[in-house]
């Protein structure tokens, strides 16, 4: 029975904001590469993009709409995998492949809504 | 206390923790493991006293543990289809039926401990994990040794083990690529205890002794678990040969002695032949670790007859190789006091410059202590007492903080 996880890319976005069709084309592979080992160790991703910069996101809170990210961090969410792994450790060490060279990732296991009540 | 009583004290404290292992093994919960492990300890009392004392109480009480937890999944298929069942790595290791089979019970302590200390959960909740699952111990108990609320460390515990559940932590020894870092962190947390309970950071006595002899029983059990292993060979042998010096650590009414000042003829030999015994039997081995290292620095004090003729030398060759090892603040400072034996207060103090600053030390009165000893030792006495004034307005202890005091009045007075 395999448990679905979200992985969540942060970084410094500064590096991006003016970058070259290299850089683009460099970080593709290197997602690539991640996919491929992740199928390769038995995992399998669910789903997963790539998010536009910060300075795109618009904010809603209620009925106010303000320009910027949720909450304003150095290191923005930049983008997400949903994996699929048997245990927290399978999911860290694919956490670990995870590109995310101007920050780190977060893991979070997704939650099983079917069931009724979570995690109590 | 009867026969019956006594009996199911020990089996609670020696078998605690092999009885809830084996039970995860089948509730696939801790919480449920958790109620059929005290089921079989309260069954025991009334069993025992009619037909007395099995031969084999860890054995007698997982059987009955495990038997309370089958029951309770067959009788409620639905419970069984909630619980976020913890994953079991190793699904070829015989399920209980064929254990009923065969007679042996599989020892899955280990797994208990390393889901304890799995790095995924904050050091506070792996200590008060460990303390509850690994030693049986009551929130209660674990929230006295912590000097927190019952409500704040049942949250804390209860927090730990959703995380394991909804998060997925399995309950397995790690693969030996990950082991190293795995089993450090498992004995981080006993030195952690051990600490914890030697100099209780905060309170009146010095010694929270609960504390001490659980973190002592813990390195016996992993020792007894993984008796080839040279860190924990270490950390047992480190834990001895400190706390052969326990009873020496303070006066009767509870002032603090300083290692110069202990009556070494009171140290306890037994344990420091038994942790000397470790320590020569682990350092021959190759690159020693952390905790093999400081417990050859406590063997050198251990086996010098007094203070000043401890070969400090010797001390502080083995202070360069943890520094290298382990290149943390505090070693820089410990190792500032063996430089200050071999080459003078002066040099110590050159050495303690290397941290003054170090942010991670900001909140640690042993910095300014040691360099008030130091300046003291120089004659520097206004100096001195500045120092020994931070060091006071940091320590909270109540017998440090009597020493502190003493040292300042006698530096002012000077």
């Known amino acids: ?120 | 206390m009867t026969e019956v009583q006594q009996a199911l004290a020990e089996a609670h404290r020696r078998e605690w923790a092999f009885v809830l292992a084996a039970t995860v093994r089948v509730a696939g919960d801790l919480d449920l493991a958790e109620e059929c492990a005290q089921d079989a300890f309260v069954a025991a009392l009334a069993t025992w006293a009619e037909r007395g004392v099995p031969r084999n109480p860890g054995a007698w009480l997982t059987t009955v543990a495990r038997h309370r937890a089958v029951d309770v999944l067959r009788r409620d298929q639905t419970l069984r289809g909630k619980l976020p069942l913890l994953v079991d790595a190793n699904p070829s290791t015989p399920g209980p039926a064929e254990q009923e089979e065969t007679g042996v019970i599989p020892d899955d302590r280990l797994r208990l401990v390393f889901t304890c200390c799995h790095p995924a959960l904050a050091r506070e909740a792996q200590v008060a994990l460990t303390l509850r699952l690994v030693c049986g111990l009551t929130t209660a108990e674990i929230a006295r040794g912590f000097l927190v609320s019952e409500p704040t460390m049942a949250a804390r515990i209860t927090r730990a083990k959703k995380k394991i559940a909804t998060a997925r932590i399995p309950y397995r020894v790690p693969p030996a690529h990950d082991l190293p870092d795995r089993l450090d962190a498992v004995l981080t947390v006993v030195h952690l205890l051990y600490t914890t309970g030697h100099t209780a950071p905060q309170g009146d006595t010095l010694v929270r002794a609960e504390l001490v002899e659980r973190a002592l029983d813990l390195a016996r059990m992993l020792h007894a678990l993984m008796p080839d292993d040279r860190e924990v060979r270490g950390l047992l042998a480190l834990l001895l040969l400190t706390d052969a010096r326990r009873a020496t650590r303070t006066t009767a009414d509870g002032r603090l002695l300083l290692l110069e000042e202990q009556d070494r003829t009171q140290w306890d030999q037994q344990a420091i032949t038994e942790g000397r015994e470790l320590v020569l039997h682990t350092l021959p081995r190759g690159r020693p670790g952390r905790f093999t290292l400081q417990a050859a620095i406590a063997a050198v004090h251990a086996d010098a007859p007094t203070y000043a003729d401890t070969d400090w030398r010797e001390v502080l060759s083995l202070y360069d190789m943890l520094l290298a090892v382990w290149p943390s603040p505090v070693v820089v400072l410990n190792r500032a006091v063996a430089v200050a034996m071999v080459d003078g207060p002066a040099a110590g103090l050159a050495a303690l410059d290397a941290v003054a600053d170090d942010p991670r030390l900001a909140t640690y009165p042993y910095l300014a202590a040691t360099r008030g000893d130091l300046l003291r030792r120089l004659g520097q006495t206004c100096d001195a007492a500045q120092a020994y004034r931070t060091a006071l307005s940091l320590a909270t202890n109540t017998a440090e903080r009597n020493f502190l005091a003493q040292r300042l009045t006698e530096v002012t007075d000077a």
């Open chain 1, 1 to 120: 029975m395999a448990q679905q996880y979200a992985i969540l890319i942060y970084g410094d976005e500064s590096g991006w904001e003016d970058a070259g069709p290299e850089q683009f084309d460099q970080m593709m592979k290197a997602h690539g590469a991640f996919a491929q080992g992740v199928a390769a160790q038995g995992g399998k991703i669910v789903g997963g993009e790539a998010l536009g910069l910060t300075s795109t996101a618009t904010s809603v809170r209620g009925d106010v709409v303000t320009d910027g990210p949720f909450v304003e961090t150095k290191e923005a969410l930049g983008g997400f995998y949903i994996i699929e792994a048997a245990d927290l450790d399978q999911a860290l060490a694919f956490a670990k492949q995870c590109p995310a060279p101007a920050g780190g990732v977060e893991v979070r296991p997704i939650m099983d809504t079917s069931g009724g009540a979570p995690g109590a």
